[in-house]
């Protein structure tokens, strides 16, 4: 099993739409989740961080998590051509809190 | 906001030859640099974890003869891609971790793109 997966793409919303990302995991004792967008030929770029259960906002992007269920999402609203990228989902885990990274959705709004 | 330097960008080298990377966080120390690498359309696979003042972590199916490792001080990491080849070319991205507060932070360097031709 892998250990952080998401949703297989890609994923076309139109302009104004919202766009859902999905993510779980497997290791429970997880502490630290994190949404980072990454556009071709460029580092990732953290969108969002969360830390504990439930929802933490910020601007038009929410990330939701549920530890229990080993799930992380983020909902991005009123979805921009600019939000066009790939969209990786990253848990730390292990004694060094290494981040491991899923295989990424990439993400295209059509104006 | 935490800076992470790495340089170079690109590096075009021939076969056989030595790479050198390097990893510096500007505005913090970072005890624990990560280093990625990333084949086209994949995700980034974690290549080592580098603890400064002492030998670097590799993950599984990564050789550490090949891709040296130095965390000699709190603010840099190197990385090393010894003896070349084609099927080296990649992206590689450094990553620091610090802790602020008691939650974890991972701050990217921009990556550097490696041929080897």
Redesign the interface.
């Known amino acids: 099993q892998k250990e952080v997966e998401q949703n297989s793409g890609p994923l076309s919303v139109p302009e104004g739409a919202i766009a859902s990302l999905n993510c779980t995991y497997s290791d429970r004792v997880s502490q630290s989740f994190f949404w980072y967008r990454q556009y071709s030929g460029k580092s990732p770029e953290l969108i969002m961080s969360i830390y504990s259960n439930g929802d933490k906002e910020d601007g038009r992007f929410t990330a939701q998590l549920n530890k229990a269920s080993q799930y992380v999402s983020l909902l991005i609203r009123d979805s921009q051509p600019s939000d066009s990228a790939t969209y990786l989902c990253a848990v730390s885990t292990g004694a060094n809190s290494k981040l491991t990274f899923g295989k990424g959705i990439t993400l295209s709004v059509r104006p | 906001g935490a800076v992470v330097s ?1 340089h170079p960008s690109r590096v075009i080298c021939k076969s056989g030859t030595s790479v050198k990377i390097e990893c510096r966080s500007l505005d913090f120390q970072a005890t ?1 640099m ?1 280093w990625y690498r990333q084949f086209p359309k ?5 290549m080592a ?1 580098s ?1 400064e003042g002492s030998k670097a ?1 590799y993950e599984q199916g990564v050789e550490k003869d090949k891709f040296l490792i130095n965390h000699a001080s709190l603010t840099l990491s190197t990385l090393t891609v010894t003896s070349a080849h084609p099927e080296d070319s990649s ?1 590689y ?1 450094c ?1 620091a ?1 610090e802790n602020r507060g008691g ?4 701050t ?4 550097t ?1 490696l041929t080897v031709v």
Do not use: E
């Not at chain 2, 994949?42 to 974690?46: I, P």
């Not at chain 2, 990217?108 to 990556?111: D, I, L, Q, R, W």
């Open positions: 790495q624990t990560f994949q995700s980034l696979m974690l974890t603890n972590t992206f991205i990553s971790r939650v974890d932070g991972y990217f360097g921009s990556g793109r």
